[in-house]
């Protein structure tokens, strides 16, 4: 049952070199406009979904903190009006650390946002130029400080692999962001997304990304010291306390049902897969025309379902429950793996398993992919 809401908002004021996602560069929007499309999008999906009280609401992008906090409560109020919200619901809108956007944070947690997920992206003004961003440091440290005032959970992301970068740079780049003590830190390897400015650069030799060693190196070393912190990681790229994970978040990669409203914005709902219009033009005549923004409504079926949960499942420190999975799906649980390609990478320390509980240790994490390819069998992986 539908437990989530994501709400996607694409407008950036700039689009980032490295970025793949669903984001438009806008002169104007029309607040009013895409309050009512959004809103009827909503509408028809908790109509298509049903669902209990939501858990988590997301605003993601784009750039939602460019939202007026006025449209965020009236999302907000349509949602909690169609679904309920539970005790403690998790509301999360990423943001960027500009003044401006910083400047709307105390009305943003007033809408009833709890948790803000911040784009600092690095701690070093040269690395900031190279990534595209708009802030520096000293505007980044500030928007952060403002965070932590006015919302009860701060997350915020950084990129290393950058070119060039040393461990004893990084180092010092994560023990300044350990120190600010936030619960819950995302820390993502810069990679070279195809179709971006950075694909292109790398492609006519403006710069060289780092070696596969090194990187992997960087990786052990977050590992290793967000532990030491009291964040360890539980998923690939996320680290938290203990309990200031991302609920979210963790209902994608524990493959539970989720509403996606919004332009490009993805969802799965009692055994179909949806995807929204990803242009913004192109979503709201679809809303004006049908209701609704999907270009997509696919039926998925249990062997399809079962290997998108162990490829999602799989990204977590618990890992997956393959009786769980079987009994979900009406598979076999001898059909979910590789049991023979299981227990040579368990003999190799890069998978493990405990009864019907699989997942992937710390040293497999930085060849998950690989890892997968491995042990989802073929037949099931093709399906």
Known sequence: ??????????????????????????????????????????????????????????????????????????????????????PGVEITLEANPSSVEAASFAALAAAGVNRVSLGLQALDDDALRFLGRLHDVREGLAALETAQRHFARVSFDLIYARPGQTAEQWQGELDRA??????????????IEPNTRFATDVRQGAFAPLADDPAADLFELTRRRTAAAGLPAYEVSNHARPGEESRHNLAYWRYRDYAGIGPGAHGRRRGMATRRHRKPENYLEAV??????????????????????LLMGLRLREGVDLDGLARRFGLSPGALVDRGRLAFHERLGLAWGEGARIGITAPG?????????????????AA
């Open 1 to 86: 049952m539908t437990r989530a809401l994501y709400i996607h908002w694409p407008f950036c004021l700039k689009k980032c070199p490295y970025c793949d996602f669903n984001s438009h560069v806008r002169d104007a929007v029309d607040a009013e406009q895409w309050q009512a499309a959004l809103m009827a999008d909503m509408r028809h999906e908790a109509e298509a979904a049903g669902g209990e009280a939501l858990e988590s609401v997301f605003f993601g992008g784009g750039t939602p903190s460019l939202m007026a906090p006025a449209l965020v409560e009236a999302l907000l109020g349509e949602a909690e009006r169609l679904w309920g919200f539970a």
């Open 178 to 191: 350990l120190g600010f003590g936030t619960g819950h830190l995302s820390l993502y390897q810069l990679t």
């Open 288 to 309: 004006a025309r049908n209701g609704h923004g999907l270009a997509e409504e696919r039926a998925l079926v249990p062997r399809e379902q079962a290997t998108e949960a």
């Open 365 to 381: 994490m930085p060849v998950l992919d690989a890892l997968l390819g491995e042990l989802v069998p073929d037949a099931l992986a």
